[in-house]
């Protein structure tokens, strides 16, 4: 089944830590995107990248990097400079065309302790 | 002024309940219009798209107004499932990336 996962589901973290989120999808996407949700808000992007080796910043890249190394692959590290990291966190991909879907994985839930 | 507007609600409806959700966009660059629909917990999922001629899809239309930058999602008879979050989401030209509004929460009500 062609798809988005997300690993882990569930992640826990001591402040001051930086932790990588895993994305990956077999959809054959050349666009990859990495969005923030806070409780009652609408998503916010994060970095995105239209293809392998470049990637941009989104609205809220400040204390976030990422990494397009293979084209499958966008994983997300959360640095110790993001100030509020606790949220639940979403990779999306889409194809080519104007108005493609979005399809977004199932979302990890990041709580720094 | 946030870049895509609506109403958080929530809308609570009985069941068989037309109801409807607006929104509005202040970039008159965007391209593509979306509604997602939201789970609980989940990552959202694509409703429908919506065109400039109105589009249908069984009990959901969406109307776009693109002089207003308003966009629109009826559901006619409500059914419990519909019970959820729904997003209304704008495509800017230029970087593809999709821009949503925060959300208007319905719950369907026996």
């Known amino acids: 089944d062609g798809g988005i996962t997300q690993s882990p589901k569930y992640l826990f973290r001591k402040e001051g830590q930086n932790v990588t989120l895993s994305c990956e999808q077999n959809l054959n996407h050349d666009a990859m995107y990495w969005y923030r949700q806070d409780p009652g808000q609408g998503l916010r992007l994060i970095y995105y990248?239209?293809?392998?080796?470049?990637?941009q910043k989104g609205d809220i890249a400040e204390g976030y990097s990422v990494s397009r190394e293979k084209k499958e692959s966008f994983p997300l590290t959360v640095t110790s400079a993001q100030k509020n990291p606790t949220a639940f966190y979403l990779c999306?991909?889409?194809?080519?065309?104007?108005?493609?879907?979005?399809?977004f994985g199932p979302g990890t839930r990041l709580t720094v302790l | 002024r946030k870049e895509v507007e609506q109403d958080p609600g929530p809308f609570n409806v009985p069941e068989g309940a037309t109801v409807a959700f607006n929104c509005t966009y202040s970039?008159?660059?965007?391209?593509?219009f979306f509604w997602y629909r939201q789970d609980c917990r989940k990552e959202p999922k694509l409703l429908m798209s919506?065109?400039?001629s109105g589009n249908e899809d069984g009990r959901f239309t969406a109307q776009l107004n693109r002089a207003s930058q308003y966009i629109s999602l009826l559901i006619r008879d409500s059914k419990l499932s519909d019970s959820a979050t729904y997003l209304c989401?704008?495509?800017?030209?230029?970087?593809?990336?999709?821009?949503f509004g925060s959300g208007t929460r319905l719950q369907v009500q026996p």
């Open positions: 989401v704008v495509e800017t030209t230029g970087r593809r990336a999709l821009t």
């Open positions: 970039n008159s660059a965007s391209q593509s």
């Open positions: 919506v065109y400039s």
């Open positions: 999306a991909s889409t194809g080519t065309a104007k108005g493609d879907e979005q399809f």
């Open positions: 990248s239209q293809i392998v080796n470049d990637f």
